[in-house]
């Protein structure tokens, strides 16, 4: 049976581990006021990494993502 993806631990852990890794960075950007190089790779490389761990997930054909989201949809078989 498929599921949204927002009902996915996969989805939800990738999500919170995004949020963790980012946190120091952001945090410092914020108290210097500007990004760095270093800051701006290290949040781009999380984000890259968080995103292919949720195409993988939806690739793995057991979940949907709602319309207007790439994906397959409920409706699809």
Known sequence: ???????????W???LLLM???IPSIQEA???GEVDLVEG???AQVLVVATLGVVGRVS??????????PGPNKNDR
């Open 1 to 11: 049976m498929r599921k949204s993806i927002f009902l996915s631990s996969t989805f």
């Open 13 to 15: 852990s990738i999500i």
């Open 20 to 22: 963790q890794a980012t």
């Open 30 to 32: 914020l108290k210097d």
């Open 41 to 43: 790779l290290e949040i």
């Open 60 to 69: 793995a054909g057991d979940v949907y993502t709602p319309k207007g989201i």
